[in-house]
């Protein structure tokens, strides 16, 4: 039975609220883990994280924008950040969950991961079902993480970074072979030059509007269709961009917080610190801290 909202605003559920270790990243072996499941996640909730998970034995329904999916043996799930979870009651089940944030993926070294089908996601699938091979390639590969993040030897986030860009690119060679992706829909190659766009002018156009004239189309076309495609409004994505290339440059250099704010187009620093406290839930000065504290 599914529990509705209790109020017209739809809360976020963050990883800090997993009760894991870090607020970045998080592996849990279904079934074993004794953490108690929050109530919030049996109502509508946004998570503001990516979210892998391996079924192994049992069933459960969960629902994903309105869709409703049957967790099933030997089926691998994925979503993204910000979309719309409902999980019913729960029921007895095996697997693993593999929880990480877009700030964990900027940490990355390589950013091509990125552009990985399982997480540009462009038919907004949620299911693959696993052959016995690739069932039991897929189980090895998070076992070997699981044991990375309980065992902590040294560099074990870069080894955990490495194990799950491995596993990011096989789903997504299984993701390409079942489903069929046109390259030719309309409304996919319109997202696809939207994209394209944001990548090359994010740090100079920060509206909805300027891309849409980049584009020869009313912003509100713009936003209708990036929103049918991706589940994202127009705005998250730019935004998006903008906090993932935040995120890099506080992580990675030793600029100070207005060089990065004037470096991504913002005429005022103060409002960039706001900007990535509205985005990230903390300060820019918090996050380079935090983030060095666990990498270093």
């Not at 994280?49 to 994903?64: C, I, N, P």
């Not at 029921?91 to 900027?106: N, W």
């Not at 955990?160 to 789903?171: D, N, S, T």
Request: proline share 4%; hydrophobic share 40%.
């Amino acid at each position: 039975m599914i529990t509705g909202a209790s109020s017209i605003s739809i809360p976020n559920y963050s990883l800090e609220q997993s009760g894991g270790r870090n607020n970045l990243f998080d592996i849990r072996r279904i079934g074993t883990d004794d953490r108690e499941m929050p109530a919030i996640l049996l109502s509508p909730h946004r998570k503001d994280f990516y979210m892998l998970v391996l079924v192994e034995q049992g069933s459960s329904r969960h629902w994903v924008d309105m869709q409703p999916y049957t967790l099933k043996p030997d089926t691998f799930y994925f979503t993204a950040p910000h979309q719309v979870h409902v999980k019913e009651e729960p029921e007895p089940m095996k697997g693993i969950v593999i929880y990480f944030t877009e700030a964990f993926l900027a940490a990355a070294a390589n950013q091509q991961i990125r552009q990985l089908p399982v997480i540009q996601n462009p038919d907004n699938g949620h299911e693959l079902s696993l052959e016995a091979a690739d069932m039991t390639y897929v189980r090895d590969i998070m076992l070997r993480m699981a044991d990375e993040y309980e065992q902590r030897p040294d560099w074990h986030n870069t080894m955990l970074q490495a194990y799950l860009h491995v596993l990011l690119i096989y789903i997504s060679r299984l993701y390409t072979g079942q489903f069929t992706i046109s390259e030719k829909q309309p409304g996919r190659e319109l997202l696809k030059k939207f994209l394209g766009l944001i990548e090359s002018n994010y740090t100079h156009h920060h509206e909805v509007a300027a891309y849409a004239g980049l584009m020869n189309i009313t912003a509100g076309h713009l936003g209708d269709v990036v929103r049918e495609q991706s589940g994202r409004s127009a705005i998250e994505h730019i935004h998006g961009r903008l906090l993932l290339e935040a995120r890099r440059m506080l992580f990675h250099t030793d600029q100070s917080i207005k060089e990065i704010a004037f470096a991504l187009g913002f005429e005022d620093a103060s409002y960039f610190n706001r900007f990535f406290k509205r985005g990230c839930q903390q300060t820019p000065l918090s996050f380079r801290t935090a983030a060095r504290e666990m990498y270093h």
